[in-house]
């Protein structure tokens, strides 16, 4: 007699739900994170606005990071890609979702500073904000020094993320906390060498109601903040890739499964139909290590896009 165990796929949020969550964490994101730094004088007084940038990210991640994962970043996304956490169809899609809520906070900001008297040029206190390197950084920071920083500081950022949101000890309400001192930390640092953004989405929007020697540098803010995403989301997927060798190989030694990485799948493929065989001359004793360990919830990964991503 044959006993089917299947698992009960969960219901997943649509991509349209997905990619609204997208663009409307990162809308808020940006508006905040651009007008707190344009009319705050960035360069006299940087904490505030990276402060309220990292803030902002927490609570875009509290409020939809069930639905998408809470990327709200081009790098974050492509982090998840190369760490086999979501499929490139939707990672291409989140990317266009969150350029395009960018886009649309830029507007809205650049609408309100045509409405401040104080303010006599929009575009001109959009450069005061635009990422750039050389004569348009507060700090005078040539290419070189603002690529390295680019790249380290998004390598950083995806590191933080996919830690934080990965493994069956990673706590889902404490993640956007972690991410978000980590943006607030890193443009801390970034706003006085050139307002490094460390999110090509922002950049972009940034760039589009600047001067146009921002668009013309604009290369450099995708292309680095990539480049260290890339280099994050390879590292997890080593990482990863030793832990479960590890425990592949506890398990042959101990002739058992410790149930932990056993509901992992680089593809998060649904679980497959188990057939179970009773086998009469066998004891229950013997029957029963022939069943597969119920799968172990991950509720961080499920909650931060390890399978509402795709």
Known sequence: MTSPVQATPEHQPGLLARLSA?????MFVVVVGLGVSMFSFPTLAPLPAALATGLAVTAAMLAFGYVSGGHFNPTIT????IAGRIRALAAVTYIAAQVIGSLVAAALVYFVALNVKIIPDARSAFGVVASGFGEHSAAQAQMAGVLLLEIVGSALLVAVYLGATAGVRAVPALAPFAVGLAVAVLLQFGQVLGNIPFNPARATAQAIFSPSWALEGLWLFWVA??????LAGLAFRGFQGLSQATVAVTDDVQGGSDGVNDSFDANDEPVEDVQVNEAPEKSDEDASRRVPAAPVSDDARDFFDGKKGK
């Open 225 to 230: 903040p990539l480049m260290g995403a890339a």
């Open 78 to 81: 492509l982090g998840n890609l």
């Open 22 to 26: 997208e663009a409307l964490g990162s």
